[in-house]
Structure formats: structure tokens, C-alpha cells
Nanobody, 114 residues
Framework: VHLQASGGGLVQAGGSLRLSCAASGSIASIDEMGWYRQRPGKQRELVATITTSGITTYADSVKGRFTISRDSAETMSYLHMNILKPEDTAVYYC?????????WGQGTQVTVSS
């Protein structure tokens, strides 16, 4: 399984970005797709997840501002980020869980300027 994240960049506070994650390889029975982030000097943390039945979870820090979604083929996940804050600056990683195996994608940098 290979995960390719894209969509990061530099944005002003209050702005929006959409991250995309493309899954490829032996995709057969996905349990969950998600996004994590690692802020400067911090440990990697969960941002949002979505199950195959569409159940979503969010970190408290992004609730009401970020939305996770996926396509019907379950080969893409998206993280819609609104009202971005400087503290959202981080490397964002997409993830996929399949048959209880957890996969990481490479990160995409998001920088929010004040």
C-alpha cells in the first residue's frame, strides 16, 4: 500500500487548504483512513479519521474547522481545513488501516502565517 499526500502550502491565518491523499497498491478491505500531523517540537498527533461506514472523529483542536472525507472508491481521502491558525502549522500525514495493518504516507507541509 502506498499513500501519496498533496495539497500543503503556505496560507494566511483564517484561510483554507484542502489536503488530498491517494492510496494505491493492494487496496482491498480498508477499515479506516485518517490524517495525523506533527507540529514543530511536538509529537505526532491524530487530526481526523473516517471509517468505511463514514463515521468521523476529530481532535478537539480542529473540531468545527476541519472536515475529513473520502471518495466512494476509497482510494482518496481529503482533509478540508478552514479558519486555519498559526498553530495548525505542521507536517500532515495521511494514514490508512487495512486488515488491522496501519500504513503511513509521506507528509505534506502546511504553514500558516499570522
Amino acid at each position: 500500500v502506498h499513500l501519496q499526500a498533496s495539497g500543503g502550502g503556505l496560507v494566511q491565518a483564517g484561510g483554507s487548504l484542502r489536503l488530498s491523499c491517494a492510496a494505491s497498491g493492494s487496496i482491498a478491505s480498508i477499515d479506516e483512513m485518517g490524517w495525523y500531523r506533527q507540529r514543530p517540537g511536538k509529537q505526532r498527533e491524530l487530526v481526523a479519521t473516517i471509517t468505511t461506514s463514514g463515521i468521523t472523529t476529530y481532535a478537539d483542536s480542529v473540531k468545527g474547522r476541519f472536515t475529513i472525507s473520502r471518495d466512494s472508491a476509497e482510494t482518496m481521502s481529503y482533509l478540508h481545513m478552514n479558519i486555519l491558525k498559526p498553530e495548525d502549522t505542521a507536517v500532515y500525514y495521511c494514514t490508512l488501516t487495512q486488515r488491522r495493518i496501519f500504513y503511513w504516507g509521506q507528509g505534506t507541509q502546511v504553514t500558516v502565517s499570522s
